[in-house]
Structure formats: structure tokens, C-alpha cells
């Protein structure tokens, strides 16, 4: 059974980063595209960046530049690091996964099988 746990999130002032944790267990990551997504009070879930199988990326226009998605297979973990971090990117944060996307990933959640539990990201002065 695949279980992914997050962790990483807190409390920061714009500008500061974070780097979010994303564990996987029952699976290796060889077998596993990887999304983060995001949900804010209000607002609907949004792909914020992926990692398929093969190592391609995708990032969400709102944090593109600030965002980067990466892997330790030796951890079998994927980070999401987060700089530049703004009042807007205030959410609760989920990685999912799939054995699906081998070559390309995207941002719809749908299309993923796995969910963690979240962890909280709060950007405020």
C-alpha cells in the first residue's frame, strides 16, 4: 500500500523559504510521478508542481521561479522548495502520486491515486 507524509510546513514572513517533505512508503519512486498541490480557505485545489517518473517537471505559472521540485531516491522522498514565499502562497499543501505520467505530468488531481495528509504553509508579516 502506498502512503505518502508531508511535513515541512510552517510559519515564515514573505521573502523567507521553506522546503516542504514528501515520504513515500510501499512503493519506490521509480514507479512514481509525484505532484504538489495546494489548497488556500475558499479556494480550490491547485496543481502547484509535478515530477514524472522520467524526471520532467511541470510548475504552476504562480510560482514558477521561486518553486523547485526534486528527488532522493536513496530517501525515497521528493522536496518541494520554496523560495520568495508570498502572503498568496498561504495553503495547506498535499504531494499525491501516480504510476501513471511516466514521461510528462500535470497539475490535475484526478489524475492521481495517493494523497497525504497536508501540511500547513502560512506566509504572513
Known amino acids: 500500500q502506498v502512503q505518502l507524509v508531508e511535513s515541512g510546513g510552517g510559519l515564515v514572513q514573505p521573502g523567507e523559504s521553506l522546503r516542504l517533505s514528501c515520504a513515500a512508503s510501499?512503493?519506490?519512486?521509480?514507479?512514481?510521478?509525484i505532484g504538489w498541490f495546494r489548497q488556500a480557505p475558499g479556494k480550490e485545489r491547485e496543481g502547484v508542481s509535478c515530477?514524472?517518473?522520467?524526471?520532467?517537471?511541470y510548475y504552476a505559472d504562480s510560482v514558477k521561479g521561486r518553486f523547485t521540485i526534486s528527488r532522493d531516491n536513496a530517501k525515497n522522498t521528493v522536496y518541494l522548495q520554496m523560495n520568495s514565499l508570498k502572503p498568496g502562497d498561504t495553503a495547506l499543501y498535499y504531494c499525491?502520486?501516480?504510476?501513471?505520467?511516466?514521461?510528462?505530468?500535470?497539475?490535475?488531481?484526478?489524475?492521481?491515486?495517493?494523497w497525504g495528509q497536508g501540511t500547513q504553509v502560512t506566509v504572513s508579516s
Open positions: 499525491a502520486a501516480t504510476t501513471s505520467y511516466a514521461y510528462h505530468c500535470g497539475p490535475r488531481a484526478g489524475s492521481y491515486d495517493y
Open positions: 510501499g512503493i519506490t519512486l521509480d514507479y512514481l510521478a
Open positions: 515530477r514524472s517518473r522520467n524526471g520532467s517537471t
